[in-house]
């Protein structure tokens, strides 16, 4: 069963950074993309930024040259460095998990998400 732990959120004001890690279990994360998506309240879940086992990464633009996606393929474990966070990037980060490779950005398209881990940019 494949389960996933996230990390790393909190409260920062607006220009600060916040590093989140997501540590995957249950299986071979071989050839399985690796990523985070996020929610604001009201809105509907959207796509940050994915990584490949080979370490293929895309971002969305509302975050393109402030966040940085990694993943360590002996842990497991994908993690998101924010910068220069902004007000509007407060929403609750979920990591996500599915198998292959390619550029996918629907959630209907991930089976395997973490719980979520809060984070609140003040302005």
């Known amino acids: 069963q494949v389960q996933l732990v996230e990390s790393g959120g909190g409260l920062v004001q607006a220009g600060g950074s916040l590093r989140l890690s997501c540590a995957a279990s249950?299986?071979?994360?071989?050839?399985?993309?690796m990523g985070w998506f996020r929610q604001a309240p009201g809105k509907e879940r959207e796509f940050v930024s994915t990584?490949?086992?080979?370490?293929?990464?895309i971002y969305a633009d509302s975050v393109k040259g402030r966040f940085i996606i990694s993943r360590d393929n002996v842990k497991n474990t994908v993690y998101l460095q924010m910068n220069s966070l902004k007000p509007e990037d407060t929403a609750v980060y979920y990591c996500t998990t599915r198998a292959g490779g390619g550029v996918v950005t629907t959630t209907s398209a991930y089976p395997y998400w973490g719980q979520g881990t809060q984070v609140t940019v003040s302005s």
């Open positions: 990584i490949t086992w080979g370490g293929r990464t």
């Open positions: 249950g299986r071979s994360f071989v050839n399985y993309v």
